[in-house]
């Protein structure tokens, strides 16, 4: 009988401390997910020898819980991480936005845009295939979509965040992608994270 009630404690004690074990913010995590491997992909070269626009999107953060995706936010830090990316390329480029837009401009492309962060949330397949139907009258063929998503992928056990910047032509085809692993606990408290992590990464802001 003391046996037994002794082996009853161990399991309970088991339980309840894997119960608080936090999840692991380790890269490793591709083995529990589908995600393609992080990388450059493609090359935006061509860009130097002309004159170039942006239609920046404001940055998106994602969660992909097992096989369920949503939007998230990082309330403390989002609107910091949106007006420091917004910066860096006005220092640079000839800069508009998604909020410039009338209402039914803006209801045309949120649908294109929910779309390309749900393929980069799920992200299965190449992320140069990420993209979907740009809506025609927005942009011109001289403008460059700058796209920015923090994507957090979990298990029960692990976490999994990528920052994702996409460049995409006026026709909505990603041309360009670059990933960087991030720890989304420090991310969403802290923009000096975000700011060392990404300083020299970020396409078209590299550092010469």
């Known amino acids: 009988m003391k046996n037994l009630l002794q082996f009853r404690i161990i399991i309970i ?10 999840p692991m913010w380790n890269d490793q995590f591709l083995r529990f997910s589908d995600a393609s491997p992080c990388q450059e992909n493609g090359t ?11 239609f920046r999107i404001p940055f998106l953060t994602r969660i992909k819980y097992e096989n369920r995706t949503n939007v998230m ?3 403390e830090t989002r609107s910091k991480i949106d007006a420091y990316l917004s910066t860096e390329l006005k220092s640079k ?28 949330t799920i992200g299965i397949g ?3 295939n990420w993209g979907a139907r740009f ?27 990528r920052f994702y910047v996409l460049l995409i032509n006026s026709s909505g085809q990603v041309f360009y992608s ?12 802290d923009i000096e994270s975000f700011k060392n992590d990404v300083n020299g990464k970020l396409p078209l802001l590299k550092k010469e």
Do not use: M
């Not at 309840?16 to 936090?22: D, G, K, L, N, R």
């Not at 935006?44 to 942006?54: C, G």
């Not at 508009?96 to 209402?103: A, G, K, N």
């Open 13 to 22: 004690l088991t339980f309840f401390i894997a119960s608080c074990t936090p």
């Open 44 to 54: 935006f070269s061509s860009l130097a020898s002309r004159h170039v626009k942006i």
């Open 73 to 75: 936010y990082y309330p």
């Open 93 to 120: 480029y000839d800069l508009f936005d998604v909020r410039s837009l009338d209402s039914l401009q803006l209801s045309r492309a949120r649908l294109f845009i929910d779309t390309v962060a749900y393929h980069a």
């Open 126 to 128: 190449a992320p140069l």
């Open 135 to 161: 809506p025609s009258g927005i942009i011109d063929t001289t403008t460059i979509i700058y796209l920015p998503v923090g994507v957090e992928r979990e298990s029960a056990e692990h976490v999994q965040a």
């Open 178 to 189: 670059t990933c960087l692993p991030y720890n989304a606990g420090e991310w969403s408290s």
